[in-house]
Each structure stands twice: as C-alpha cells, then as structure tokens.
C-alpha cells in the first residue's frame, strides 16, 4: 500500500535554531502534500497545502515566513520552522494523496510525525 | 469554512461496554473518513463513507454515513483494551488537492 515517510521522527533544538522535516511518499506520487499540527490530545490542525513545483498555500494564522515549505518533487516536501521558539514545540505531520488514484473519496496517507521540541 | 463537530471528546469505559462517537456538521461532505491514532505516531485510516446512508462494518466496528451526508457515527460493540486511542473523524470534498477537515477528535481510554 501507499506509504508516506516522514523524517525525522524525534527532534530536540535550541530556541532560535532552525529545523527541516522531510516528508516522502515512497510508492506513489504527490502533487499535493498538507502538513498539520497537533497538541496533545488535541486533533489535526492543518498548517499549508503544499504544491510540487508552486508556492504553499497557508491557512490563515500560519507564518508562511516562519514554516516554510518546498515541494520540489512530486515525492518529497520539507517543512522548515525557521528561528524556532518553544512555543512552535509540537507534533508535526504529513499526508499525501495518491497522485494516480485521486478521487474525492481517496483516503490521506500520513507521515508517522515529527516530535518537535524547542528548549 | 466548513467545520465538524465530533463528540463526545473524552470516553472512558470499561472492557465490554459499547460506545457511540458522533461527527457533526452543517456542511455536506463528499466522503467522511474515521482515522484512529496512537500516541506518537500517525492517523490511520479506518474506514472511508461516501454515499448517503452507508453503512459499513469493521469488526466489532460499525460506521454510518448520515443521509444528509452531513454527519456520521462510529460504534464499537463490546469495547477492548486495545481499541484505546484517539478517533477522528474527517470529511473530504470532491475537489482534488484539498485537503480533509477534521473533528477535534474523541480520546478513548478502555480499561480492563
């Protein structure tokens, strides 16, 4: 079946450092990728759609100049939370649907996420 | 904007009771799926309705799509330890490249 990497999985970084996650899908290709967040406990808030070869499109209240992403290839899109503070700790993932199989009902296929932590 | 309404949002229950999770919303939705996701990792996908009134069964899981195609429902008939996790549910439009709006989830906790 369809699988979506995302690397890496655990990431600690000081306060003002930048961070890159990597999101892949291995088996299938991706003109679009979405990227959300989540707090403990909490559900999935999506940040920015991500399209191969075209900027982001950001939901509102995302710092597109903050959490910057590039869709170079229809495998792969980084996230970069640039000048990171504690408060960007959270959990970051990924999803991807199957560039061959896009219909409405096709399902996401996620990342296993990204555990950001900023000291 | 579309919004879902997903209740309740926490459960918790004993090994053996049944429970119903509901998804809510005043938009109508072209497919509605139900993710169930552990601690640390990513949503997995359950199961996904697409045609008003569906029904569909995965195990001790039932799964129905309202009529309206507005909102869905999740019961688990005889709740296990291992059905712990949290529950999403998202719906989808028939546009290619959207992305799907989620529930604010249910964490449900079965002890045994």
């Known amino acids: 079946g369809a699988v979506v990497s995302q690397h890496p999985s655990r990431v600690i970084c000081k306060s003002g450092t930048s961070v890159k996650i990597e999101c892949r899908s291995l088996?299938?290709?991706?003109?679009?990728m979405f990227w959300y967040r989540q707090f403990p406990k909490q559900s999935l808030m999506l940040m920015a759609t991500s399209n191969e070869g075209s900027k982001a499109t950001y939901e509102q209240g995302v710092e597109k100049d903050k959490f910057l992403i590039n869709h170079a290839s229809l495998t792969l899109s980084t996230l970069t939370v640039t000048s990171a503070h504690p408060e960007d700790s959270s959990f970051y993932i990924c999803?991807?649907?199957?560039?061959?199989?896009?219909?409405?009902?096709?399902?996401?296929?996620f990342g296993n996420g990204t555990r950001l932590t900023v000291t | 904007t579309q919004l879902l309404e997903q209740s309740p949002q926490f459960l918790s229950i004993q090994e053996g009771e049944n429970l119903t999770v509901y998804c809510n919303s005043s938009?109508?939705?072209?497919?509605l799926q139900w993710y169930r996701q552990e601690p640390g990792e990513g949503p997995v996908l359950l199961v996904t309705v697409v045609t008003g009134g569906e029904v569909k069964k995965l195990k001790r899981l039932t799964f129905q799509f309202g009529d309206a195609r507005k909102d869905s429902s999740l019961h688990i008939t005889a709740a296990q330890p291992g059905d712990t996790g949290l529950y999403l549910c998202a719906g989808g439009s028939n546009q290619a490249g959207t992305a799907l709006i989620f529930g604010k989830g249910t964490t449900l906790s079965v002890s045994s």
């Open positions: 999803s991807a649907r199957d560039f061959g199989r896009v219909t409405y009902n096709s399902p996401l296929h």
């Open positions: 938009s109508v939705f072209s497919s």
């Open positions: 088996d299938f290709q991706a003109t679009t």
